[in-house]
């Protein structure tokens, strides 16, 4: 029987996982709900209503996809209007709530 580590060097990283750093809070006003996430994206649709690409910047007609991996956190219907934006900051419309995203 070989010791831990003997035959193989083992890195913290590859057996405790790490949390991502919560960075992002989206909160829809019409309700009060509250998400947090690590990332964030703004996912462009074809018309068959796919995605076709993903950016790092808010604009009309993209939705808001949030800890975008396999699953997501929460996904928005695609945003009709940009009500504010500041740097850590963007307030929005979409086609059926209001938003506010505040990044840390």
């Known amino acids: 029987m070989s010791k831990l580590g003997e035959a193989t060097k083992y890195n913290a990283d590859w057996v405790t996982p ?3 750093t919560l960075k ?17 994206q703004y996912v462009e649709w074809n018309e068959d209503k796919t995605a076709k690409e993903s950016y790092d910047d808010a604009q009309v007609g993209r939705s808001l996809i949030l800890d975008p991996r396999f699953n997501y956190t929460w996904l928005t219907t695609t945003i009709t209007e ?11 419309q979409t086609q059926n709530s209001t938003y506010e995203l505040i990044t840390k």
């Open 18 to 20: 790490r949390e991502e």
């Open 82 to 92: 940009i009500v504010e934006q500041r740097e850590g900051y963007i307030k929005f």
């Open 24 to 40: 992002y809070t989206l909160k829809r006003l019409n309700d009060g709900l509250t998400h947090t996430g690590y990332k964030v």
